[in-house]
């Protein structure tokens, strides 16, 4: 079992930057891992996924050049550096490790609650 905590959400100014990091309590170096987001009144969505090893990535047209997705399987932690925030970044990120059906599927086995990333003008 893993279980996963996000956290270094907040409230930022367009234009901003923030980083978001998922700690697991479980070892997650074997598992291919991902962002999600899910703004108010929407379905949640993919924003980036990251390979096992770290050697594979990818990301949301809507954020790439301006978002990075990390890991440092020794720390079992996952990031997401945002830069270049906008309004419409305003979502509940969550973290998921494990995919049934790659990175950018919906369906991951393990899922944090979520940190809350507010953009304002």
């Known amino acids: 079992q893993v279980q996963l905590v996000e956290s270094g959400g907040g409230l930022v100014q367009a234009g901003g930057s923030l980083r978001l990091s998922c700690a697991a309590s479980?070892?997650?170096?074997?598992?291919?891992m991902g962002w999600f987001r899910q703004a108010p009144g929407k379905e949640r969505e993919f924003v980036a996924g990251?390979?096992?090893?770290?050697?594979?990535?990818a990301y949301a047209d809507s954020v790439k050049g301006r978002f990075t997705i990390s890991r440092d399987n020794a720390k079992n932690t996952l990031y997401l550096q945002m830069n270049s925030l906008k309004r419409e970044d305003t979502a509940v990120y969550s973290c998921?490790?494990?995919?049934?059906?790659?990175?950018?599927?919906?369906?991951?086995?393990?899922w944090g609650q979520g940190t809350q990333v507010t953009v304002s003008s």
């Open positions: 998921a490790a494990d995919p049934k059906y790659g990175f950018r599927s919906n369906d991951y086995n393990y």
């Open positions: 479980g070892r997650i170096s074997i598992y291919d």
């Open positions: 990251i390979s096992w090893g770290g050697r594979s990535t």
